[in-house]
C-alpha cells in the first residue's frame, strides 16, 4: 500500500438531514501511512455526482477508491458488496428525478449489476475485529449511493483498470441526532473509514 494513490469521497447533507456523517467523518480521517489520500465531496445531484467522481478518477488516477454515504436509520457500518443498474424514482438535491418518467437505468443496456472490487473481506474482519458493528449489505438502494457505486465499477471495468473500488454505508453520528435514533459516535466511524481506506 505504500506509495498507492487512495481517493475517498463523500457526500453533501441532503433530504433533511443538516450535516452528512459521511462527509464528517471524511473530512476527519487521517491517511494511512505512506498513502498519498484525495478527498472529494460530491453533490446529492443526478446530473453532477457520477460526473464529478468519474473526472478525479480520470485527473487523479487513484490505485483505490473508497466511497462512502449516509444511511440514516442504520447503527452499523455496511459494507456494500453491489452496485446495481437502476437509477429510483427519487428527487435529488435540485429537486430533479433521474429521468423525466422516474425511475430510468443508470446505463442504457448496461449489465444488470458489478460486484464491488475492494477487499471487503478484510475490511469487514477488522472492523468487527476494532468491536465496531459493522456487516456486509447487498442493496445500496436506487438513490445516488448505488447510482456512484455503479457507475464508477463500470468505468473501472470498461476501462480495464485494476483499481479497487467499493462503498461503505455509515449511520448517523450520535452528535448529530435526537437521543434514541440508531446512531454511532463519529469518532467510531471516522475509524471505521480509516479501517476500510486502510485493508482496501
Not at 467523518?25 to 446530473?47: D, E, F, I, Q, R
Amino acid at each position: 500500500m505504500h506509495g498507492e494513490k487512495i481517493l475517498v469521497t463523500c457526500f453533501e447533507p441532503f433530504g433533511n438531514n443538516e450535516r452528512n456523517t459521511s462527509f464528517e467523518a471524511v473530512t476527519k480521517m487521517s491517511a494511512p501511512g505512506g498513502v498519498v489520500l484525495k478527498k472529494l465531496c460530491l453533490p446529492v445531484t443526478w446530473n453532477g455526482a457520477l460526473r464529478a467522481l468519474t473526472a478525479e478518477i480520470d485527473s487523479f488516477s487513484p490505485d483505490a477508491v473508497l466511497m462512502t454515504g449516509l444511511a440514516s436509520g442504520s447503527e452499523h457500518i455496511r459494507v456494500e458488496r453491489v452496485g446495481i443498474n437502476l437509477c429510483g424514482a427519487i428527487k435529488d438535491n435540485d429537486g430533479n428525478l433521474p429521468s423525466q418518467s422516474g425511475e430510468r437505468p443508470i446505463y442504457e443496456g448496461g449489465e444488470s449489476a458489478f460486484f464491488s472490487t475492494f477487499d471487503y473481506a478484510k475490511i469487514l474482519e477488522r472492523l468487527k475485529a476494532s468491536g465496531i458493528k459493522s456487516a456486509y449489505s447487498f442493496s445500496a438502494g436506487t438513490y445516488i449511493c448505488n447510482y456512484v457505486l455503479y457507475g464508477a465499477l463500470k468505468k473501472l471495468n470498461d476501462e480495464k483498470k485494476t483499481v479497487r473500488a467499493g462503498f461503505i454505508h455509515v449511520p448517523d453520528a450520535a452528535e448529530f441526532v435526537p437521543a434514541g435514533k440508531p446512531s454511532m459516535s463519529l469518532d467510531m466511524i471516522t475509524r471505521a473509514v480509516e479501517i476500510a481506506a486502510e485493508n482496501m
